[in-house]
């Protein structure tokens, strides 16, 4: 890459390849996501399984993210 291009961001291109790896943490998000929306409360939520989704998301692409990186 010479000096004037735009650098390119891989990372939404590695983070769909990792997301099949990540499929069960994925279907828990989305299943708290489904039992959420019948919450009357207004109390429920998913934070912890979302924060589970992508830490294993992160931790699958940060070795070819940062190999890629100058």
Same mark, same amino acid.
């Given at each position: 890459m /010479?000096?004037? =291009? +735009?650098?390119?961001?891989?990372?939404?291109d590695? =983070?769909e $390849?990792?997301?099949?790896? #990540? $499929? $069960?943490? *994925?279907? @828990?998000? =989305?299943? #708290?996501?489904?039992?959420?929306? &019948?919450?009357?409360?207004g109390? @429920?939520?998913?934070?912890? *399984?979302?924060?589970?989704?992508? /830490?294993?998301? +992160? &931790?699958?692409v940060a070795?070819?993210?940062? &190999?890629?990186?100058?």
């Open positions: /010479s000096d004037d =291009e +735009d650098p390119v961001d891989n990372r939404p590695l =983070e $390849a990792c997301r099949p790896k #990540c $499929a $069960a943490f *994925q279907t @828990a998000y =989305e299943g #708290c996501i489904t039992r959420i929306e &019948k919450d009357t409360s109390e @429920a939520h998913c934070t912890g *399984q979302y924060f589970d989704m992508w /830490s294993c998301i +992160d &931790k699958c070795p070819t993210l940062f &190999k890629s990186t100058k």
